[in-house]
C-alpha cells in the first residue's frame, strides 16, 4: 500500500482536475462538433421545388443507407424543399456519400498510477509520476505526460444537390467531417445531417464549425 502525505480532500481535486483534461481530449464532452464545408449556386426561387433521394448503385437495397435516408429527409426539411412522390417530377436529385477512415496519430496524455491502481481512472492513465513541486508555500501535483499513439476516426458526410432544369448541374455541395476515437458513424450521422444543412445554403467555399449538446 502506497503511502501520500497530501490528503484525501487534495487528491480528489487532483483528479477532478485531471478528469476535466481527459475528457477535453478525448472527446468526451457534453457537445459535439463537426467542420462543415460548403460549395454553393444556389438557384432563387426554389422554395417548395421538389427533390428525389437518387443512392448508388452499391447503395440501393442497403439498409443503413436506408436508415440515412430517413435523417436526410428529416435534415433537409427545414430548407424548404418537398420530396416528390409516385409520378411526381422532382427538380433536385439529392445524393449522399459516408465514410469512418481511421488514421494513427500522436496525442499528449497524463500518467498518473495513482489513478490506474486506484481505479478511478481507469487505464487512461499509467506509468509514473511527473512529480511534485512547491508552490507558494505549499504542494501541488505535476502529472507527467508523454505521447501515446491513439486511432482517430473521421466520420463523414457529403451530401450533394443537382438541378435537373440546369441539366443535372451540381447547385449545392457541403461535407460534414467529426473526428472521434471511436467507429460511431451511426451515432452521429444524425448531427453530421444537422450540420450539413444548418445555415443553408451557406457561402461558398465556407469552412465552418457547428456544435450541439448531445444527452450523457
Not at 118 to 126: H, S, T
Request: aromatic content about 14%; proline content about 6%; hydrophobic content about 35%.
Amino acid at each position: 500500500m502506497r503511502s501520500y502525505t497530501v490528503s484525501n480532500c487534495f487528491r480528489r481535486m487532483c483528479g477532478l482536475w485531471l478528469a476535466v483534461t481527459l475528457m477535453a481530449l478525448g472527446g468526451c464532452a457534453s457537445s459535439l462538433s463537426a467542420r462543415v464545408t460548403t460549395y454553393q449556386e444556389w438557384p432563387v426561387g426554389v422554395q417548395g421545388e421538389y427533390y428525389r433521394i437518387v443512392p448508388s448503385p452499391e447503395q440501393s437495397g442497403n439498409l443503413q443507407y436506408g436508415a440515412f435516408t430517413d435523417m436526410l429527409r428529416a435534415a433537409i426539411g427545414p430548407v424548404g424543399l418537398r420530396e416528390a412522390g409516385q409520378g411526381v417530377e422532382a427538380r433536385f436529385d439529392v445524393s449522399m456519400m459516408y465514410s469512418s477512415p481511421s488514421e494513427r496519430v500522436w496525442v499528449q496524455r497524463y500518467n498518473d498510477p495513482y489513478y490506474l491502481n486506484d481505479g478511478w481512472m481507469g487505464p487512461a492513465f499509467g506509468g509514473y509520476y511527473g512529480g511534485w513541486r512547491g508552490w507558494g508555500g505549499g504542494i501541488f501535483y505535476s502529472p507527467s505526460v508523454v505521447n501515446t499513439p491513439v486511432t482517430i476516426y473521421r466520420n463523414t458526410l457529403t451530401v450533394t444537390i443537382s438541378d435537373r432544369q440546369q441539366n443535372g448541374r451540381e447547385v449545392y455541395r457541403a461535407t460534414a467531417v467529426h473526428e472521434s476515437d471511436s467507429p460511431n458513424l451511426d451515432a452521429v450521422m444524425p448531427y453530421l445531417m444537422q450540420a450539413i444543412f444548418d445555415g443553408f445554403p451557406g457561402n461558398n467555399g465556407q469552412v465552418r464549425v457547428v456544435k450541439y449538446q448531445v444527452p450523457r
